[in-house]
Nanobody
Framework: QVQLVESGGGLVQAGGSLRLSCAAS??????MGWFRQAPGKEREFVAV????????YYADSVKGRFTISRDNAKNTVYLQMNSLKPEDTANYYC????????????????????WGQGTQVTVSS
């Protein structure tokens, strides 16, 4: 049974940092990424990493502030979020895809096969 379990969300002041984790079980994936959804808004792409190799893609809104990384031994992907802003407040979802594709740079949620339940990040001003 495939499971993606997120952790690490919470409340932080603007300018602060958080690190989200997503532990995958049940099978191996070619790509894992993060999306976020704020109340009343559509789910939006944040970042994605290729499981083998160093390829990553980021949304323009988080470039230079967020870093996606992975620990192959733990089958876990991380999202280090620095210089957080109130507009980063959202429910953050982990997503996984069976295989890597350059189309993942387009940020479409339809390209992913599995999703986690989400973890809330709230940034206060």
């Amino acid at each position: 049974q495939v499971q993606l379990v997120e952790s690490g969300g919470g409340l932080v002041q603007a300018g602060g940092s958080l690190r989200l984790s997503c532990a995958a079980s049940g099978r191996a994936f070619g790509a894992m990424g993060w999306f976020r959804q704020a109340p009343g808004k559509e789910r939006e792409f944040v970042a994605v990493a290729r499981w083998s190799g160093g390829t990553t893609y980021y949304a323009d809104s988080v470039k230079g502030r967020f870093t996606i990384s992975r620990d192959n031994a733990k089958n876990t992907v991380y999202l280090q979020m620095n210089s957080l802003k109130p507009e980063d407040t959202a429910n953050y979802y982990c997503a996984a895809r069976f295989s890597w594709s350059r189309d993942l740079s387009l940020g479409s949620s339809q390209l992913y096969d599995y999703w986690g339940q989400g973890t809330q990040v709230t940034v206060s001003s």
